[in-house]
């Protein structure tokens, strides 16, 4: 590892598990302190517990104002200060036709993907402004920029990302803060598994089923959007901002397009959507 993050302070939540964890581990990996922040308690804390002394796990549900802010607060008050703010929580959410969503599943899903990014970026960017720097990247999905490619309310959600990003670059530059987005197609998590073979534990059979329909014929792993978000992070880009990163093999190019407006309606999450 080149530690590419040496010395900076990242907030990463829905940290305890998938997409999050690895981003963790990786940022942690090249020298960054971590602050775990999810609402998974026995996960993210044993992950603080085996990255050590530079990691913290604090426990934030991301719909929640004052959560957030605590999260971003302990990382000044355990590491001096906020480099990076990593809004990655996240759920499926609500899944069919769009005749048939209820509106407490369709608010639920915006509230955690849209407005938890909302809360992310504000909360950042209030220490970050003072100190004249920071990167603020938020995970939105290939269904943020293609219609078809994820349920309705999922799909309106990560399009609501990747507007956020844009427009809040455009805010926060003057003060050296950079706000930046990464898109990544399927990849092997829980959360994917429970949509795609149904069995979150089934994370074998989802790498089969993604491998399957991805143009370079891969399933993307929890690292590949975390190596993304790790350059958005660092200097090396610190000409970019604004920009939404695709991760996806290729998918949005013209892959396979799953569908998921048929079928049984359903809210699809990680437990306490953390």
């Not at 829980?190 to 329909?213: F, K, P, V, W, Y």
């Amino acid at each position: 590892m080149a530690d590419r993050l040496k010395d900076k302070v990242a907030v990463i939540t829905g940290a305890a598990s998938g997409i999050g964890a690895g981003t963790a581990r990786l940022f942690h990996a090249e020298g960054a302190s971590v602050v775990i922040a999810d609402m998974q308690e026995g996960p993210g804390a044993a992950l603080a517990g085996q990255l050590g002394p530079r990691a913290r796990f604090v426990r934030t549900d991301v719909t929640s104002e004052a959560d957030v802010a605590a999260c971003v607060d302990l990382a000044v008050a355990a590491f001096g200060g906020l480099d990076v703010m990593v809004n990655n929580a996240g759920i499926i959410g609500a899944v069919g036709p769009i005749k048939d969503t209820p509106l407490e599943d369709w608010n639920r899903t915006l509230a955690i993907l849209l407005t938890g990014a909302f809360l992310g970026i504000k909360h950042a960017a209030r220490v970050m402004t003072a100190r004249g720097r920071g990167s603020i990247l938020s995970v939105a999905s290939t269904a943020g920029v293609m219609g078809g490619l994820g349920p309705h309310a999922y799909t309106a959600a990560k399009h609501g990302v990747v507007g956020l990003t844009k427009s809040a670059a455009s805010e926060l530059a003057q003060y050296g803060i950079r706000v930046n987005a990464v898109a990544p197609g399927n990849t092997v998590t829980a959360m994917t598994a429970s949509l795609l073979t149904g069995d979150a534990a089934d994370l074998e059979g989802t790498r089969q089923r993604i491998a399957a329909g991805s143009p370079l014929g891969i399933a993307g792993a929890p690292e590949d959007p975390g190596y993304a978000m790790l350059y958005l992070a660092s200097d090396e880009a610190r000409f970019v901002t604004g920009h939404t990163l695709l991760v996806d093999a290729g998918q949005t190019t013209g892959g396979t397009i799953p569908a998921f407006h048929n079928g049984e309606v359903r809210l699809i999450g990680a437990p306490a959507v953390g």
